[in-house]
């Protein structure tokens, strides 16, 4: 018998991916952690059923999460990552070799089997410049004040636990956290499937930051294919210091930079309408 994993999107569409091994489950105290492997696509982590990242596509969410606003920002040194158990965000933000770097993931169990089962993303964990925090990341954000540069929010979809990571009141954590200069970046679901959403994030996130901007990039495997994210900040604009990176990258560069914050009519309507 073949066995196939679905993820619905919406009551009639969704992505049916095979299972070629599955490797590991696990009941955690906070939700159900999966990986299996598919052919094509190597190893995939889904939590609740929904797909974090897959082998072959990760490179493009976890480059274009942490780059854009690394980049801008001219002498970024402390970073918080909230979420973002599996390591990639880190792995990303190491390759800015003066930064350190504080992750809190609510789920020790991610990392865990993260660590087993993905070692090119959480090989980063381990990494001197990283301190890991087990617990929830809107409580350890609000004990900061003015310490960080650049906060980045690689958060699940806010369902249970993680929809505090879409409220005000996290914003305002993070806006205290952050230091006079600092920026903000948050994994802000799919323009096509998720408008209100994005649409609640500019609210809230445009009474506390001067400059909300959000940019885009494909990610196949995501709902709908097409991914946003939003770029938060104090001071600097998302294209000033955009400049060539002098490490590897497998998606990012600086026209994709400046590119991914052109948005087409139907994401600009997003922000327009009432
Ligand atoms: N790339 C992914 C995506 O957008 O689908 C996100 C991956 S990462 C594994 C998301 C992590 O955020 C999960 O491991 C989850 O446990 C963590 N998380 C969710 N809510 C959290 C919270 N309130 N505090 C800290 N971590 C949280």
Redesign the pocket.
Known sequence: MENWFTELHTKDTGISIKVAKPIYTKFSK??RIDIFQNKTLGRI?T?DG?I??TESDEFI?HEMLVHPSLVVHPTCEEVLV?????GGTAREALKHNQCRIDL????EA?IKACIKFFPTLSLSLSDERVKLFTE???KFTKKKKSKYDVIIV???DPIG??K??FRAQFYKSCYSALKENGILVA?SESPILHRGIMKGMYKNLSAIFPTVQFYLVPIPTYPSGLWSFVFCSKKYQPLEFAREVNFTTKYYNLEIHKASFALPNFVKDIFNSD
């Open positions: 906070y939700q982590l939590l929904l974090q990242l969410y909230v979420g973002g158990g599996d809190v993931e609510i789920d991610v929830d990341g809107t690689d958060s699940t636990f993680a505090e990571l994994q």
